[in-house]
C-alpha cells in the first residue's frame, strides 16, 4: 500500500520576493485562489477557476468544504495565512468581552484550516509573510511566518512539513537576480525557520521558485 502524501506547504517571504508568482505554473484551471489579502494577482489569470476575495472566516472553511466535492479543483491557494489571522482578530478579538476565550479561538480556528487542508487529497497551498525578531537570549536574529497570538515565533510551522521561504540569490552566470526558495536552512540563515523532510532536496536553495516543482519533488520523494 503507497504511501499517503502530504500535499500541503507553506510559503513564507517579504512583499516583492517571489510569494505570488511562484504559482505562475499551477494549472489555473483547476484551481481555486482565495485572495485574503485582497490584491491584484501579479500574472494573467483569466482562465483560473475561481478567485474568492475573503470577506469573513466562516466562508473559508465553507468554501474548503465545497472544493473538497470538486472534482475539477486539485489546487487551492490561501493568500496570506497572515491575514487570515488579522481578518478572525478583527471579527472576533478586537471587541471581545473575554480576550482569553477569543485568542483560543483564533488558534483553534487556524489549526482548524490547516487540519483540513492536510487532510484532504488536494494540493493546499499556504502564503505567510515573514517577520524578523531578535532573540535577546541567543543574540541572533530569527525569521518565522508573520501571525499574531501564540502560533507565532513559529508555533505556526510545527504544523506543517513542508515550509519554503522565498529567496533572491545572485545568478552565478548572469550576475542578476535570481528568484528561488529556501528549502531548508543553510550555513548563511541559520535563523530561518524553512524545513523540508532530510534528503527531499539536495540543496538549501532550489533552482527556481516554481511550486509545481516543489509538488513532483515530493510526489517522487515518497514514491521512491
Request: net charge negative; glycine share 4%; proline share 3%.
Amino acid at each position: 500500500m503507497s504511501q499517503r502524501v502530504d500535499k500541503t506547504i507553506m510559503i513564507v517571504g517579504s512583499t516583492g520576493s517571489g510569494k505570488t508568482t511562484s504559482l505562475r505554473n499551477l494549472p489555473l484551471d483547476k484551481t481555486i485562489y482565495i485572495n485574503v489579502d485582497n490584491k491584484m494577482l501579479p500574472f494573467r489569470a483569466n482562465n483560473l477557476y475561481k478567485h474568492v476575495k475573503l470577506e469573513n472566516t466562516q466562508q473559508l472553511i465553507n468554501g474548503m468544504d465545497a472544493a473538497e466535492e470538486d472534482d475539477n479543483v486539485e489546487y487551492i491557494v490561501i493568500d496570506t495565512l497572515t491575514f487570515l489571522g488579522d481578518l478572525f482578530y478583527t471579527e472576533q478579538i478586537e471587541n471581545a468581552s473575554n480576550g482569553m476565550s477569543a485568542w483560543q479561538n483564533y488558534k483553534a480556528y487556524i489549526n482548524k484550516v490547516i487540519a483540513m487542508a492536510k487532510a484532504s487529497n488536494k494540493h493546499y497551498i499556504f502564503l505567510a509573510h515573514d517577520q524578523s525578531t531578535y532573540d535577546e537570549k541567543e543574540m541572533v536574529t530569527k525569521t518565522f511566518a508573520k501571525i499574531q497570538g501564540s502560533l507565532k515565533g513559529g508555533g505556526i510551522e510545527a504544523n506543517f512539513t513542508f515550509v519554503l521561504y522565498t529567496a533572491v540569490i545572485q545568478d552565478p552566470t548572469t550576475r542578476l537576480p535570481k528568484y528561488v526558495f529556501q528549502v531548508n536552512k543553510s550555513a548563511k540563515s541559520l535563523d530561518v525557520s524553512a524545513k523540508t523532510p532530510m534528503g527531499l532536496f539536495a540543496e538549501p536553495y532550489t533552482e527556481d521558485n516554481d511550486v509545481v516543482d516543489v509538488f513532483k519533488a515530493i510526489e517522487e520523494f515518497y514514491q521512491a
